[in-house]
């Protein structure tokens, strides 16, 4: 299981289990040995970003970006779970892999500091 938030979520993180099959990412709330996931979403055109590690964000933690403008986020509980998904990611045809992302949450809490407050 990997942990996910939604891009408009202030709830937090929640586990679920996620699956990737051919160009789709599936999730759902229990292990997937039921027959129909939560959700599916198609990948062929989205962007894959593993996010560098931060006080913010001190998981590993990557997310897809699609093309109208959903994001899912995702936490692994290890660096190899994240690898994983990131080879994984690699096959997919027509999705993109950015290393090294930085989020917003990141970057405003560096103002922030920068800026003194």
Known sequence: PLQKR??????????????LHASEVQYYDRPPN?????????LCRATLRVHRE?????????????DDGTVLYMQASTREQLKEWE???AAVPGAQI?????????????NRRALGS
């Open 54 to 66: 931060s006080k913010h964000e001190p998981k590993p933690t990557l997310s897809w970006a699609m």
């Open 34 to 42: 039921l027959p129909r996931a939560r959700l599916g979403m198609h």
């Open 98 to 110: 950015i290393t090294g992302f930085v989020s917003a949450l990141s970057v405003s809490a560096s």
């Open 87 to 89: 080879a994984a990611a």
């Open 6 to 19: 939604g891009s408009r979520s202030l709830s937090g993180w929640n586990t679920r289990w996620f699956a």
